[in-house]
């Protein structure tokens, strides 16, 4: 597509995980939706491939799900848009009036990191007739299916006269057929016996009275829909088996990959993980096998399977088609699976469970349980089985069927996979649920078993997403505000709707430069080493490949300079982590340049790694400078207090997962050594520092433009600039333009994310909850090179108070130096983590207190009007108190609470929790300098306005502000005024966009500069107060020789920190906020959901729709999102296969976000708050409110005392800590479980 120019499908991943590359496919009728990235070009013979341009533009016409996605604001940095809006085009394709049931199923497969997906489900569930208060229908295009593109005449006409014959195509490394029908397949196979097998989709038909016969080459969503129709034909008894199928099928991977993944792919894909064979060998169902020399039918179960990956199945047979039998009244059937996230993504532990009884009776006549996720293969549990034949389906059974499975299932510590524990128990939990699901149905059929309490009957309700997502409620701005003026109003992003048709341009989109080259990395694969040798002759030796590079090719400096800190570029002698940058091979394409550098073989002498913050600290390795706050006298404070507490809690780190990878185009421009680099970076001027220094040449010389970011939250400030400094070393030596676009496993590696925190504290409180001293320590895991993480420390100390007037307060912090890849900054720099360890202080108090957190989150709250942090920085904390106040209001929390009390006490396997913290979260720059803003205005002779400032456009809307602003000075409309890209070139020396204060900074430049304009305009405006804008501009003013462009700039606050004397004004400002979520988990599986009830101060507009996503984010970073090492160092999770951001099945169905009225902010333009960053901390609400499920759930076990949990809350943490019969069958369970393979 690239070569056609066609850019609006986007690179998210490569493996099917985003959804980012969804374009609609069709053989005529119906439609599919399906991931580009998966599809070989050579498979699509006769298919029409519809990509977003192909369905509206902004030239010609926009199609209605790209202006309602625009409208809604669902899209933000829209790297996710195309992707989204081609999910829900093919659905209206094929369903013009869809249920909200519908749209959920067809954006499974896509994820989005900005938005939180509310907004983006807003403006498609109007197709469902469904209007929201956010989205107004006004003017809105109707959907109109005549105007849709038809399938292509030249292709019906193909279709029609038949397939023709076999099909090859011929390439240089690999070689595709076609077969024209079976028996050509089986030709081929027998002549290829070795080749992969790979699929398209044949019919589907139903025989008589047995069930159901599926062609291999179904998809799971032609499988899922014939067993929709045949559930909805049949009676509930027979049909059994296929409503336990679809259940699976409608967690199982995303409607894209269902659309073109085949049934007998994912059988004889022969991975554990997969979730149908399971199901499918405990239904008995057959396989019919074909091959030249005839058909044989063989049943699925664990005997034709032969071990990982492989299966029974000869070299030239082919799978034709699977049975699946219609059950029986007496038989019971269940599949159950559990991920780490609850659709789209590929199950822990999955199970097919089959009963069968004596007619009439609980007597048990046969039983079969498969289980995937617990070995290399299927596993049936023969023995278990077996020792239940006889049995009456009542406790004693399921005594004996636990103690047998215990046996049967027990994983070694060291079985692949890891999570051994927690497999374990999934299994005996899912035979219980399937234990008492199997009591319920049996009782429905009038036979009698042992009395069950009615409270374990809950494990049963199980709903899903999507209700109706309740809306937010905006702050309108001031009636009298002119309606001509934008600023406050919720605007739709600027470049919306370029985004939602594909437009937009990313730096990947730019078209190749003439002789163009591509840069692949080469990394170190030890975590600590001497580099011994670097070979790289095969490298050279692969077609295309140009060149390769080593810190001897860099012209100046083999560095990165960041406030003294020094980061290699190309390690030298040393390597430091898995992932550290030894070289890089430049080639004439991406493909060769990879396969080349895959070639590069490196000798290492190893040495001996530390990984884990426990091991740092106790090898005191440490980064300098450490930090200290101290206000009160700490020591002797805790000899006046009624109690005193120990403890520690742990916070994972996470993955930034910007849709957009991280990468660049280089390019020399062959005279004075100037070079253009057009990147993806958050601070265009440090990245212009740093190839500056690298290439011995004066930032002057050096340009970098940037037009927008698909996401950045704080991961394309410093790596960025490293691997801009390394495409440019590299187009400085062969003098061509060279382009880096990392994989996404590579940028996982490379430019690794949030730092895990460790806080260890001892907290002195009364008895009432007052703390009057608190000692707190925190470690952060800061990987191996210093990075920003000593800034990122700091903010963690500087909001280690939140909205807490704490006397006696004392932190340390620590920065721990480890072999793996360096953390950086992540929304929220720190500031998440230094008030998480404080919530679990407060939480931990209120627990001992035996009083209701909440009660003692008040009693502690700064209150004064004056008040002062405890770094003396005075505040007025008003607005958090209101924000608390209507929080708890808003959310109804008294009445919640009691419900919730009441929901604990009649259900013993699910548990809900409740919790509501308060935020004052510091916005702007701790380090002064940075907080400064700088714009160029210019007004052209047609009165039109082009606005440049140094913020970066990353889906936070700071365009669409600025524009916003402008338009207010000048009194000019919105559309007469155009942000190009930022330039180093235009505006020089600009901060990062960071620290929620982008916004703010810019802001204020653009209004200087816009009013310096309007002051050099006023005579000529005064003069002729009848004229129009343009008249002004082009009659009077260009003829007068007043200048039409201006710079703006903004000198921020002098903020600053004075470490030695614990003190100083840290902050611009603050903003305030309060959050209360409801949760509710499921303790047999760890799985959980979400209620919100979200409150924040803030101001209107777009950033307002950060809110949601940044909690949204903060969701993932507290409850799902686990980053994972091998031993030695290795990261696992490279993708979103392995890696799990939210999806839109783990979106709360209520997210109520209420901006505080009246709250007036002098300190920033337009009284606007930063937003971007605080919500992300409001994450911890759900992970408090689990705890507080799982205390409940541990209550039930006589577990009354204090247990650690670290955060993120997985379901495999859930599940670890809500010990019962059958966590202490399989393990020693302890109470502090911290999740598997994770630096601590
Ligand atoms: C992002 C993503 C998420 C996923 N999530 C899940 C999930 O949650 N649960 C789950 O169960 N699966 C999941 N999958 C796996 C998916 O279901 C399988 O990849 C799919 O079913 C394989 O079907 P296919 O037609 O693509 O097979 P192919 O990839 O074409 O083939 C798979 C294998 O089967 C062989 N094969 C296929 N058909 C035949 C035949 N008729 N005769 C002989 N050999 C044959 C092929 O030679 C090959 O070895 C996911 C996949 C992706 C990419
Ligand atoms: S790029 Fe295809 S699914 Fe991510
Ligand atoms: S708008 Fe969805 S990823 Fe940015």
């Known amino acids: 597509?690239?070569?056609?120019?066609?850019?609006?499908?986007?690179?998210?991943?490569?493996?099917?995980?985003?959804?980012?590359?969804?374009?609609?496919?069709?053989?005529?009728?119906?439609?599919?939706?399906?991931?580009?990235?998966?599809?070989?070009?050579?498979?699509?013979?006769?298919?029409?491939?519809?990509?977003?341009?192909?369905?509206?533009?902004?030239?010609?016409?926009?199609?209605?799900?790209?202006?309602?996605?625009?409208?809604?604001?669902?899209?933000?940095?829209?790297?996710?848009?195309?992707?989204?809006?081609?999910?829900?085009?093919?659905?209206?394709?094929?369903?013009?009036?869809?249920?909200?049931?519908?749209?959920?199923?067809?954006?499974?497969?896509?994820?989005?990191?900005?938005?939180?997906?509310?907004?983006?489900?807003?403006?498609?569930?109007?197709?469902?007739?469904?209007?929201?208060?956010?989205?107004?229908?006004?003017?809105?295009?109707?959907?109109?299916?005549?105007?849709?593109?038809?399938?292509?005449?030249?292709?019906?006409?193909?279709?029609?006269?038949?397939?023709?014959?076999?099909?090859?195509?011929?390439?240089?490394?690999?070689?595709?057929?076609?077969?024209?029908?079976?028996?050509?397949?089986?030709?081929?196979?027998?002549?290829?016996?070795?080749?992969p097998l790979v699929v398209g989709n044949t019919n589907v038909g139903e025989a008589a009275h047995s069930g159901v016969t599926f062609g291999s080459a179904c998809s799971l969503s032609e499988v899922k829909e014939e067993l929709q129709g045949a559930v909805g034909r049949l009676d509930p008894e027979e049909s059994r088996v296929f409503q336990a199928l679809l259940n699976t099928l409608r967690c199982l991977a995303g409607k894209q990959i269902r659309n073109m993944a085949t049934v007998g792919g994912n059988i004889l894909s022969a991975d554990p993980k997969y979730d149908l064979s399971c199901i499918l060998a405990a239904a008995d169902c057959t396989l019919q096998l074909v091959s030249k020399g005839g058909t044989r039918e063989v049943p699925l179960n664990e005997k034709f399977f032969a071990g990982f990956g492989r299966t029974h199945l000869r070299a030239d047979e082919v799978l034709l088609s699977l049975h699946i039998p219609r059950s029986q009244p007496w038989e019971f059937v269940s599949a159950f699976r559990q991920a780490q996230r609850r659709e789209f993504a590929f199950s822990i532990v999955n199970a097919g469970m089959k009963v069968v009884f004596k007619e009439g009776t609980d007597t048990v006549q046969s039983l079969s349980i498969f289980y995937g996720g617990m070995g290399p293969t299927l596993l049936r549990v023969k023995r278990t089985c077996e020792g239940l034949v006889g049995m009456s389906w009542n406790e004693g059974l399921l005594e004996e069927a636990c103690r047998l499975l215990a046996e049967e299932v027990a994983l070694p510590p060291t079985a692949h996979g890891g999570k051994t524990e927690f497999r374990s128990i999934l299994s005996l939990s899912f035979f219980f649920k399937f234990y008492m699901q199997v009591v319920q149905e049996l009782r429905e059929k009038g036979v009698g078993v042992a009395d069950l309490p009615l409270e374990y009957l809950s494990h049963c309700s199980r709903s899903y997403l999507l209700t109706i997502l309740h809306p937010s409620h905006i702050q309108m701005v001031s009636e009298i505000q002119s309606s001509k003026d934008p600023v406050g109003r919720p605007r739709v992003h600027i470049a919306a709707f370029q985004q939602a048709t594909g437009e937009a341009k990313y730096y990947d989109d730019l078209p190749a430069v003439s002789g163009e080259l591509f840069v692949f990395m080469v990394t170190s694969t030890r975590a600590h080493a001497k580099i011994i040798s670097m070979d790289f002759s095969e490298a050279l030796r692969v077609p295309g490949a140009v060149t390769f590079l080593s810190a001897r090719d860099v012209p100046g400096q083999n560095r990165r300079l960041w406030f003294n800190n020094t980061e290699e570029l190309f390690a030298e002698e040393e390597v430091c982590c898995v992932g550290q940058i030894i070289g890089a091979v430049v080639a004439e394409s991406r493909e060769q340049a990879k396969r080349a550098a895959e070639r590069v073989r490196v000798t290492y002498d190893d040495l001996s790694p530390v990984f884990f913050t426990i091991e740092a600290i106790q090898h005191q390795s440490f980064f300098n400078p450490k930090r200290k706050l101290e206000r009160g006298n700490v020591d002797e404070a805790f000899g006046k207090v009624d109690r005193i507490l120990e403890g520690e809690m742990y916070m994972g780190g996470q993955e930034h997962f910007y849709m957009e990878t991280q990468g660049l185009i280089a390019v020399p421009r062959g005279e004075d050594g100037e070079m253009d680099l057009y990147v993806a970076t958050q601070h265009a001027a440090f990245t212009q520092e740093v190839v500056g220094h690298t290439l011995g040449v004066d930032s002057n010389k050096i340009t970098c433009h940037v037009k927008r970011l698909g996401g950045g939250f704080g991961g394309k400030v410093m790596k960025i600039a490293s691997l801009s400094a390394i495409a440019a070393t590299a187009a400085y030596k062969t003098g061509r333009a060279v382009r880096c676009v990392l994989d996404r496993g590579d940028d996982m590696l490379i430019t690794s994310g949030r730092h895990p925190f460790l806080g260890k504290y001892k907290v002195g409180f009364m008895n009432d909850g007052t703390i009057l001293a608190a000692d707190i320590t925190y470690y952060s895991n800061g990987g191996s090179t210093l990075d920003e993480s000593s800034f990122i420390m700091e903010k963690a100390l500087l909001h280690m108070d939140n909205g807490y007037k704490i006397p006696n307060l004392r932190g340390h912090g620590l920065v721990c130096k480890t072999h793996l890849p360096s953390y950086t900054a992540f929304r929220g720099f720190g500031g998440p983590q230094g008030l998480t360890i404080i919530e679990s202080i407060l939480h931990e108090v209120a627990a001992e207190c035996g009083l209701p957190a909440e009660e003692v989150r008040a009693v502690n709250m700064y209150s004064e009007e004056e008040s002062y942090t405890h770094h003396r920085q005075p505040f007025c904390p008003r607005d958090m108190v209101r924000c608390w106040d209507e929080c708890l209001e808003k959310s109804d929390y008294s009445s919640r609470r009691l419900a919730v009390q009441h929901f604990n006490a009649t259900n013993r396997w699910r548990k809900r929790g409740i919790c509501a913290v308060p935020l004052k979260f510091g916005i702007g720059f701790s380090k002064g300098f940075y907080n400064q803003g700088a714009a160029l205005v210019n007004i052209y002779k047609d009165g039109s306005v082009l606005v440049s400032h140094g913020g970066t456009e990353m889906g936070q809307g700071i365009n669409t502000k600025a524009v916003q602003i402008a338009s207010r000075i000048l009194g000019v409309p919105m559309s007469s005024i155009h942000i190009k890209e930022t330039c180093t070139g235009n505006v020089p020396n600009a901060a990062p966009s960071a620290a929620s204060f982008g916004t703010d900074a810019v802001g204020m430049a653009v209004k200087d500069a816009c009013e310096k304009l309007m002051k050099r305009l006023e005579p000529v405006m005064k003069a002729y107060p009848k004229w129009t804008w343009s008249q002004w501009v082009i009659t009077e003013a260009y003829c007068q020789k007043i200048s039409l462009s201006a710079t703006g700039f903004f000198m921020g606050p002098h903020t600053s920190v004075d470490w030695e004397k614990s003190e100083g004004a840290a902050y611009y400002y603050f903003t305030f906020g309060a959050c209360c979520s409801e949760v509710e988990i499921d303790c047999l599986t760890g799985d959980h959901k979400v209620w919100v009830t979200l409150k924040a101060g803030g101001s209107a507009g777009v950033s307002r729709w950060q809110v949601e996503g940044g909690f949204v984010q903060g969701l993932g970073l507290y409850t799902i999102e686990e980053l994972q090492f091998s031993p030695d160092g290795a990261l696992r999770t490279r993708g979103p296969n392995q890696y799990k951001i939210p999806a839109l099945c783990d979106i709360p169905p209520q997210l109520n976000v209420h901006l505080l009225a009246d709250s007036q902010n002098p300190n920033a333009i337009y009284s606007s708050k930063g937003i971007g960053e605080p919500p992300v901390f409001f994450g911890c609400t759900l992970f408090f409110a689990i705890k507080e499920a799982i205390a409940a759930a541990r209550r039930e076990s006589g577990l009354n005392g204090r247990f650690a949990l670290s955060s993120p809350a997985t379901v495999e943490k859930i599940r670890m800590a809500c010990v019962d019969r059958f966590t202490e069958m399989v393990c020693f369970t302890s109470s502090s479980f911290q999740g598997s393979q994770q630096p601590v």
């Open 1 to 195: 597509m690239s070569a056609a120019r066609l850019t609006g499908t986007k690179y998210g991943c490569g493996s099917g995980g985003c959804g980012a590359c969804t374009v609609m496919l069709s053989r005529y009728d119906p439609h599919c939706s399906a991931n580009a990235c998966l599809l070989p070009v050579v498979s699509l013979h006769g298919a029409a491939v519809v990509t977003v341009e192909g369905i509206g533009s902004t030239k010609t016409k926009l199609h209605p799900v790209q202006e309602r996605i625009a409208k809604a604001h669902g899209s933000q940095c829209g790297f996710c848009t195309p992707g989204m809006v081609m999910s829900m085009y093919t659905l209206l394709r094929n369903q013009p009036q869809p249920s909200l049931e519908d749209i959920r199923e067809a954006l499974t497969g896509n994820l989005c990191r900005c938005t939180g997906y509310r907004p983006i489900v807003d403006g498609f569930k109007t197709f469902c007739g469904i209007s929201s208060e956010l989205f107004h229908m006004n003017g809105v295009l109707p959907l109109d299916p005549s105007q849709d593109l038809i399938f292509p005449p030249e292709l019906m006409l193909m279709l029609q006269k038949g397939g023709g014959g076999r099909l090859c195509f011929q390439g240089n490394r690999v070689k595709w057929f076609s077969p024209a029908d079976l028996s050509d397949l089986l030709e081929l196979r027998a002549a290829h016996p070795n080749a």
